[in-house]
């Protein structure tokens, strides 16, 4: 897992703009098996993990 707290932090502000990637909404609802409260929790860790895959340098703030 290469995701971390800031890129939590990061995907729920995208959430807070209601900002949804919808590919990643559907892959996460197909995980829950349509519990809507799982399906956000591996939307929230899908998508903080594309986000880490993303950086070339992992981020980090002292």
Request: proline share 2%; net charge positive.
């Amino acid at each position: 897992m290469q995701a971390n707290r800031f890129h939590i932090g990061m995907v729920m502000e995208e959430i807070n703009r209601n900002s949804f990637d919808s590919d990643l909404l559907n892959e996460s609802k197909k995980k829950a098996k349509g519990i809507e409260q799982i399906s956000f929790a591996y939307y929230i860790i899908l998508r903080a993990e594309k986000i880490a895959s993303k950086e070339e340098f992992p981020l980090r703030k002292f």
